[in-house]
């Protein structure tokens, strides 16, 4: 493409985890076989919205929110992505999520681009009828650039399935009919899929056990720490200790929860339901700082909470023998290098949580068919989708010499070009 200049600096998206994204993908593009105007296109997002959300609390006070949705690639089919509710929520951070969406997506050979939006506001502030009021008004305002062909939005950080059965009415109630396949992550009686709610940790603990395989190990007996204890984490630790590994950490927000000898998960699980986010009170254990967690010796660290976790900073103290990346982003690029020296494999996000959009995938599907799977056929199709994905990444690493972080990002890049190259960029 022709070189004009523009002040690259000062677009609204710009920010440290977009460069993370960004980065990532220039290192990937050597291998990855993608024509410059492919790669100057896939450099942005398609489409980025922010709004702004008024919200009147229980006192009666309103508050305006600052709401996004960024949509990094259209050109597999609609986009698709979580909608998070935190504090930190920006345009960079969301276009950054939605870049590694289009990655995921394409990876996994699933029909769709990359999204990402989310809710500037502290969600453990707000009442029931709070988050309702905000998700309904969200839900109309981004009315314009959503739908079931153009963009399905599915939790995230902070939300879950109450959350996207008001998006999933706010819209009907504008169309006048039900339409349940604008959303994924839905309650099951109103056309969620049976195994979505636990289908990112399920995942997780699928790559890791193949990752175990391929090592030489098996997954029964690993020492295990898991840093989120939400809807990724808690099923991941559950998962694993089916597995016959050992969970010995565990940590929210408040802090982690450590017991050298394993933790009793069940005990665990009736403490978060009656203490909401406070682990490091949990009774069984000793309490330490989620900085403290991360540097636990263990076989196997599950990232599962939020973004940028292991740095340059504390990757040399890190003790695990490999890391999976249950959150999206939890490494940062100086982590990733420091890790990559000490010879610790990394499970990259792109791959590792991919098991809650396949099985959103299959959610949608299902809606739009009106034909709805068992519970063992969902899982089986999600365990193929998953050793698909992950033989065809760890053969790509071996075969180039790249990180499995690397490789999944070029396989996942490739799928894109490739389409991008057939269908031209318009006009
Ligand atoms: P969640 O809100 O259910 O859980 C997040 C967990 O992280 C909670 O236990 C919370 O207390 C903890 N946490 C929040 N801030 C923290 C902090 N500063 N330090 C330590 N812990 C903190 O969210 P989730 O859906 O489980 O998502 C977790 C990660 O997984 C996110 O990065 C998300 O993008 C990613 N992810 C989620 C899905 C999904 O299906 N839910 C799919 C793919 C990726």
């Given at each position: 493409m022709a070189e004009i200049e523009l002040d690259q600096a000062s677009l609204e998206w710009d920010t440290h985890l977009f460069r993370t994204a960004r980065a990532q993908f220039e290192q990937a593009l050597p291998h990855a076989a993608v024509g410059e105007a492919a790669a100057e296109r896939l450099r942005f997002p398609e489409r980025a919205t922010m709004v702004s959300v008024p919200v009147r609390l229980d006192d009666d006070r309103w508050v305006m929110f600052p709401a996004y949705r960024v949509q990094h690639s259209s050109v597999l089919g609609p986009t698709k992505g979580g909608i998070r509710y935190d504090p930190h929520v920006s345009l960079g951070e969301c276009a950054a999520l939605a870049m590694w969406m289009t990655w995921k997506c394409a990876l996994l050979r699933l029909p769709y681009g990359g999204a990402k939006g989310g809710v500037r506001c502290n969600p453990r502030e707000l009442s029931p009828g709070e988050l309702q009021r905000l998700t309904r008004r969200y839900t109309a305002e981004m009315m314009p650039v959503i739908g079931p062909q153009e963009d399905i939005p599915a939790p995230d950080m902070a939300t879950d399935e109450q959350t996207m059965a008001w998006m999933m009415d706010t819209y009907s109630m504008q169309k006048g009919y039900a339409v349940p396949e604008v959303v994924t992550g839905k309650p099951i009686s109103i056309g969620g899929s049976v195994f979505r709610a636990e289908a990112t940790g399920a995942g997780v603990v699928m790559v890791i056990e193949r990752a175990c395989e391929r090592l030489g190990k098996t997954l029964d007996g690993q020492r295990c720490v898991v840093q989120g204890f939400g809807k990724v984490g808690a099923v991941a630790a559950q998962e694993l200790v089916a597995r016959g590994a050992k969970v010995v950490a565990v940590s929210d927000v408040s802090g982690a929860a450590y017991a050298r000898d394993g933790l009793d998960l069940e005990a665990v699980e009736e403490w978060v339901v009656l203490h909401r986010h406070d682990l490091v009170e949990y009774p069984g254990a000793e309490g330490c700082s989620n900085e403290e967690m991360l540097e636990l010796p263990c076989d196997v660290l599950v990232l599962a909470a939020l973004e940028e976790q292991l740095t340059g900073e504390n990757a040399p103290r890190i003790q695990a023998e490999m890391v999976a990346e249950?959150?999206?982003?939890?490494?940062?690029l100086e982590g990733d290098a420091v890790l990559a020296e000490r010879g610790i494999p990394v499970l990259p996000d792109i791959l590792t949580n991919a098991g809650g959009v396949t099985v959103s995938y299959f959610e949608w599907v299902q809606d739009l068919g009106r034909l709805f799977w068992s519970r063992e056929e969902t899982r089986v199709r999600l365990r193929e989708k998953m050793s698909d994905a992950f033989d065809r990444v760890w053969e790509l690493a071996d075969e180039v010499g790249l990180s499995l972080r690397s490789a999944a990002l070029v396989a996942g890049i490739r799928e894109v070009a490739g389409a991008l190259g057939a269908r031209g960029i318009y006009p």
């Open positions: 249950g959150a999206n982003g939890p490494t940062t």
